[in-house]
């Protein structure tokens, strides 16, 4: 069982945004800060957000992730089959001194 | 071009050892904290263990403490995992990964590729 909790799925249609949830608590999310990283078919997960909303050089701006006490968000605006993929939140842990995941949340473009 | 090349998993008995590598080019080695991060099949990513930058500190999940060692030999800009003990449900692909430090304030920056380990009897 993950540390973090997200939704198993999420699904939309070519164009449209969906938002992913995270939900932590005091020790994780509540004090540090919350990463996205996204998987598509196995391959290595690719960083899409750090230090909450930043983005890094290549993730273009319809991607955006925010941050409200032990919960974040990630949003992706204009979805496009290649967001197809595994999603992961992480956040470290101050009470084990860990990363923590969430469980991941699969995106389907219909 | 960041490159971390993993490598050193194969199919292992309960109880074994095995030793995992990773080299980094392309990246300021030394700057870099370095991480081990797993998949077991079907399942999502967990955490195992970091080194700070220069090694003088190392960090391990609950799960693996006590068994496994990371270590790292900046000279040859490689990260190793020593793996004791050897479990069923330590099966699965290991990724190499490096961040600026060990903290919060600094994600997962590049993956490596993954090596797959299997404990099986």
């Known amino acids: 069982q993950s540390v973090l909790t997200q939704p198993l799925s999420v699904s939309g249609t070519p164009g449209q945004k969906v938002i992913i949830s995270c939900s932590g608590s005091?020790?994780?999310?509540?004090?540090?800060?919350v990463c996205w990283y996204q998987q598509v078919s196995g391959a290595a997960p690719k960083l899409l957000i750090y230090?909450?909303?930043q983005r890094p050089s290549g993730v273009p701006d319809r991607v955006s992730g925010s941050k409200s006490g032990t919960s974040a968000s990630l949003a992706i605006g204009g979805l496009r089959s290649e967001d197809e993929g595994q999603y992961y939140c992480a956040a470290w842990d101050d009470t084990v001194n860990s990363w923590v995941f969430g469980g991941g949340t699969k995106l389907t473009v219909l | 071009d960041v490159q971390l090349v993993d490598s050193g998993g194969a199919p292992t008995q309960p109880g074994g050892s095995l030793r995992l590598s990773c080299v980094a080019s392309?990246?300021?080695?030394?700057?870099?904290?370095m991480n081990w991060v797993r998949q077991a099949p079907g399942k999502g990513l967990e955490w195992v263990s970091a080194?700070?930058?220069?090694?003088?500190?190392?960090f391990y999940s609950d799960s693996v403490g006590g068994r496994f060692n990371i270590s790292r030999d900046n000279s040859k800009n490689t990260v190793s995992l020593q793996m004791n003990s050897l479990r069923v449900d330590d099966t699965a692909v290991y990724f190499c990964v490096a961040a600026r430090a060990v903290a919060s304030l600094y994600p997962f920056e590049y993956w490596g590729q993954g090596t797959l380990v299997t404990v099986s009897s």
């Open positions: 005091d020790s994780d999310i509540g004090f540090n800060y």
């Open positions: 080194v700070s930058s220069a090694g003088g500190h190392t």
């Open positions: 230090r909450n909303d």
């Open positions: 392309g990246l300021s080695f030394n700057s870099y904290a």
